[in-house]
């Protein structure tokens, strides 16, 4: 089940709101006695999160969970940049479960949000802190984002009350608002190329994100300009900001 983003969060009493968590989609599954957990892109996950995996050792047998990796900084809020030194920084990371997708072999995608919350609080109780039931909140658009605002946090996530757990799908059921527009990219390298107009052009490697983007090396990177540049070394850790498009959510 994916988030659509949407440049402004649906209001009424149909809809939940929760904290947009800036961290990364993890889905948990024990079967057979057997933990395991992978990425959004099914990659395992037991080693790179080692912590939580041992915190999540109290899920039932035959159940599936959707949450989220999220790395907390001291005053308690997410930091996505902790989390990119998962390693150094492990004592800070926690799970946020925010929905039950099988409960003792039984699938539970075609129930209504509300009822798998209501089985989820039931039945999944665990004895680490690092694991966390993610809260909703019936609140009006204003009150909700007014709140995410004074906490300095990424954004909203809209969740219809009735919505079931479309796997893979997008269909706005889920709605994300992000109330910061910008995104950090890490300059990763140069890769010599040209256009019809006879510019040099970079690619920048993103600090988020799964694909390459390209930028005018006039705009990004004004040193990679004049075509006499055959080579250059990219700082690793030069930073630029740049105003998201509509791909990049």
């Known amino acids: 089940m994916e988030c659509l983003a949407v440049p402004k969060l649906p209001d009424g009493s149909q809809w939940v709101y929760q904290i947009k968590l800036d961290g990364y989609r993890v889905i948990a599954l ?11 892109r099914r990659n395992p996950s037991n080693r790179q999160y080692s912590l939580v995996f041992e915190a999540l050792a109290d899920l039932p047998d035959n159940t599936v ?31 946020f479960v925010f929905d ?25 109780k665990f004895e680490s802190p690092r694991i966390r039931i993610t809260d909703y909140f019936e609140a009006s658009v204003e009150d909700i984002l007014s709140a995410a605002r004074g906490q300095g946090l990424e954004g909203v996530v809209a969740k219809r009350k009735d919505s079931r757990y479309e796997i893979g799908k997008r269909s706005g059921s889920w709605a994300k608002y992000r109330l910061n527009s910008g995104q950090e990219l890490v300059i990763g390298g140069y890769i010599p190329g040209h256009t019809g107009s006879g510019r040099h052009h970079c690619r920048i490697l993103p600090g988020r ?20 540049v055959r080579q250059a070394q990219a700082s690793a850790d030069l930073r630029v900001s740049v105003r998201q498009s509509p791909r990049d959510t």
Not at 33 to 38: E, M, S
Not at 70 to 80: H, I, K, Q
Not at 209 to 228: K, Q, V
């Open 30 to 40: 024990k079967s057979c006695g057997k933990l395991n957990l992978f990425s959004k």
């Open 65 to 95: 969970i959707d949450g989220e990796v999220v790395a907390l900084d001291e005053s308690g809020r997410p930091d996505f940049n902790l989390l990119q030194h998962y390693r150094a920084e492990a004592v800070r990371i926690h799970y």
């Open 100 to 124: 039950l997708l099988v409960y003792d072999n039984r699938d539970l995608t075609q129930l209504s949000l509300v009822e798998r919350r209501q089985i989820m609080k039931a039945v999944l």
């Open 209 to 228: 994100g799964s694909d390459l983007r390209r930028a005018s090396s006039e705009r990004l990177c004004p040193s990679f300009a004049t075509p006499r």
